[in-house]
Structures are given as structure tokens and as C-alpha cells.
């Protein structure tokens, strides 16, 4: 009876942590792209709307990246500690790791391990 209702509860937080994170993703993206074009329509400089709507649509997928790896940590570790589920786990979060380097490097220009400097400002 404990077990099951144990089971449960980690199988609907998991889900709810992974639609938190698929939730960051969706908004985040519609939230950017609502600045982008209030940012468009009122002028300005078009390379750097572009450029802003560009790292906040990446610091969404981030976020939603965050969420959905703790999903399938808590998933893991908690719901199904397994060989495999393990095996998978490690695949997904150094597919998640690269992604969000990458996606780092793109916002920032620099790794994350790089000093910004003080010439550099932040985007």
C-alpha cells in the first residue's frame, strides 16, 4: 500500500517537473517572440532585436533543459533504479550538457567556464 502510494506520487512529480519544463520552454519562446515583435514594431536596431529575441528563446530552452533533466534524475534514481534506466540517463544528460553549452555559447559568445572580462558586457 505504501509503495504503491509512493510510487504514485513520485510518478506525478516527475511528470509535473517535466511539464514545468516543457512549460518554461513553450512560454519562455512565446514571451520572447511577444519582446521580439513589440521591439520590431517600435524600431530600434534590427541586428541587436535580433539578437536579443535569439538569447532569450536559448536562456528559455536552458530552463526548460534544467527542469526536464531533474525529471529524469529524480526519474532514475527514485521511480526505476535500473542498469539500463542508469545507462539511458547518463545518454540524456550528456546530450542535455551538450546542448546547453552549446546553447551557452551562443547566448554568451563564450564558454562557461571563460571569464566574461571586464570589456565584455553582458547580453
Do not use: C
Not at 67 to 86: C, E, G, K, Q, R
Amino acid at each position: 500500500m505504501h509503495d504503491s502510494l509512493f510510487n504514485t506520487l513520485l510518478h506525478w512529480t516527475t511528470r509535473s517537473i517535466e511539464f514545468a519544463g516543457i512549460a518554461a520552454i513553450v512560454l519562455g519562446i512565446a514571451l520572447a517572440t511577444g519582446k521580439f515583435a513589440l521591439r520590431h514594431i517600435l524600431g530600434g536596431q534590427q541586428d541587436m532585436t535580433f539578437q536579443r529575441y535569439r538569447g532569450d528563446v536559448g536562456r528559455a530552452i536552458l530552463l526548460g533543459l534544467e527542469f526536464l533533466v531533474a525529471a529524469d534524475i529524480i526519474n532514475t534514481v527514485a521511480v526505476d533504479p535500473t542498469l539500463d534506466s542508469v545507462v539511458v540517463l547518463a545518454g540524456i544528460v550528456l546530450i542535455r550538457t551538450f546542448l546547453s553549452i552549446a546553447l551557452e555559447v551562443e547566448i554568451e559568445g563564450r564558454f562557461p567556464w571563460q571569464s566574461r572580462g571586464n570589456d565584455q558586457p553582458p547580453r
